[in-house]
């Protein structure tokens, strides 16, 4: 379990991190969102004592990270997959890490072969693809099988079957009990492996809860119709209590309600439709809507 106390983090009159606090709990994947410049990864270098806090503290499963003897066995962590010797080999740059925790060496074999690396075991990782540099960061988190892990946008870099392999992985290795926080700025994969959410922004918690709940409460989901009858379907709508909206296709979208209920509608005032469907509410849409006071970076659209 990682507990975030009232963390903070000044750079000069720069806050980065303003008095953070939520719990990752183990047996589930836990997301981290943010904006870019949310604080993110100012958050999670903190807590693995890579930048002291200006306030507040990090416990991992009661202690302080610099506390933990031989850390590797307790905490697994990809921040930066090219952060390695380039001139050393993948087994070597394992061994190595493996030597300075006392974990026996045969455990690199094993973890080589999980991330699929075992034919570039002896090449230098200052050769791999970003994929491939991703992979064996992705072994070196897992190398003292910890309880924790902290994946710093994981699916980077890696192609279609590595997406769904490392997506697989996550969510097996908290099915085991473990804790696994995970950030990320790819919203249909945090949606599909992640239950739990920690959004920030601007260094402030957003929100703290399960995937659902928070699609729920920040987007909505709709009925579309499109009709060569628009007007009549409108009217059928509004007077059933219902509210719609027509859109720039010339669609119509009608909110609080199910297909089931237009279903009826149309079939009641003998109306002409060419499509009725659910559109459901999405991870991206909830996340830019609560988020768009706290972007910091902004895009500018095309000048004429």
Not at 9 to 35: C, I, M, W
Not at 62 to 80: K, N, T
Request: no cysteine; hydrophobic share 40%.
């Amino acid at each position: 379990m990682i507990e975030v106390r009232n963390l903070s983090k000044r750079y000069g009159k720069a806050v980065a991190v303003d008095e953070l606090s939520f719990t990752v709990r183990p047996g589930q994947v836990t997301g981290f969102l943010g904006p870019n410049g949310a604080g993110k990864s100012t958050t999670m270098r903190m807590m693995l004592d890579l930048d002291r806090p200006t306030g507040g503290q990090v416990l991992i499963d009661g202690r302080h990270y610099r506390r933990l003897p031989e850390p590797l066995r307790h905490v697994g962590a990809l921040l930066e997959a090219k952060a390695v010797h380039g001139g050393r080999s993948a087994y070597h740059h394992l061994l190595w890490l493996a030597q300075s925790n006392r974990i026996p060496k045969a455990r690199v074999r094993q973890v080589l072969a999980l991330v699929g690396l075992e034919h570039a075991a002896r090449k230098r990782a200052g050769t791999f693809s970003l994929g491939m540099a991703q992979r064996l960061g992705i072994a070196a988190a897992l190398l003292g099988d910890p309880p924790v892990l902290l994946l710093d946008e994981p699916v980077n870099g890696l192609d279609p079957e590595g997406i769904l392999w490392i997506r697989n992985l996550m969510k097996g290795l908290a099915a085991e009990g473990r804790t696994v926080f995970v950030s990320s700025h790819l919203m249909s994969e945090t949606a599909l492996a992640a239950e739990h959410l920690i959004v920030i922004g601007r260094g402030r918690l957003l929100a703290d809860t399960s995937v659902r709940e928070f699609i729920q409460e920040n987007a909505r989901s709709y009925v579309r119709i499109r009709t060569p009858e628009p007007e009549r379907m409108r009217d059928a709508l509004t007077g059933a209590g219902i509210r719609v909206k027509q859109t720039a296709d010339g669609a119509l979208e009608a909110y609080e309600t199910e297909a089931a209920k237009i279903g009826e509608l149309v079939a009641a005032n003998s109306l002409t439709v060419h499509e009725v469907s659910t559109q459901s509410a999405s991870l991206e849409e909830a996340f830019m809507r609560l988020t768009s006071d706290a972007v910091e970076y902004r895009a500018g659209g095309l000048q004429q």
